[in-house]
């Protein structure tokens, strides 16, 4: 499941990667025009469903494996954000897992990054009401919506963003 996958870059990686896997992209209407075109691509074999909606609001289905939020939770506000993230929670199989990349603050690796990340965070305010936000946030947000371990890794191709894992329990 790609929760806001627009143009459908990564669900398409992730398949080519992976022969056996399938995708969901999530999105609203105007954001999936750009993924249309891999509805079509042969070694994709038709692996890549587009579901038009508002991820805040309507139904992404069950039974998934893994939720991709890429770049997403700076563009909500914190009570969207658990809502959210409840909502994914309730779409993963048991033992399925969320991935976040976001660019969290905290962990800037010099103050140039440092000074980007707060000109993101009042870019972000203004442009969508949302804001960069610290992974201590994000992990209390994944647990209160039932995730376990929330951990993160910064990503070293990409200075000031963290990948943000998290499982769901498993049931006997």
């Known amino acids: ?10 669900a398409a990686e992730f ?9 969901v ?12 075109d891999l509805l079509e691509m042969p070694e994709l074999n038709g692996r890549i469903s587009l579901q038009a909606g508002d991820f805040l609001t309507d139904d992404f289905g ?16 914190p009570d969207q954000n658990r809502q959210l993230l409840a909502r994914v929670h309730e779409a993963l199989r048991p033992g399925g897992w969320v991935a976040i990349v976001e ?15 707060r000109l993101l965070d009042l870019n972000y305010h203004l442009a969508l009401g949302g804001r960069t936000y610290r992974f201590s946030e994000a992990a209390e947000w994944l647990t209160e919506a039932g995730f376990t371990s929330p951990r993160r890794s ?5 200075p000031g963003t963290s990948l943000v894992v998290a499982g769901t329990a498993r049931t006997e």
């Open 15 to 23: 398949c080519r990667a992976y022969p056996q896997l399938s995708a």
């Open 154 to 158: 910064n990503l070293r191709s990409a």
């Open 25 to 36: 992209i999530v999105d609203l209407p105007t954001a999936l025009e750009s993924a249309r």
């Open 1 to 10: 499941l790609d929760v806001g996958g627009g143009h459908g870059r990564y």
């Open 103 to 117: 660019q969290f603050v905290g962990r800037a690796p010099g103050p140039a990054v440092n000074a980007i990340q």
């Open 62 to 77: 069950t039974d998934f494996d893994l939720a991709l939020l890429i770049n997403i939770v700076h563009g909500l506000s």
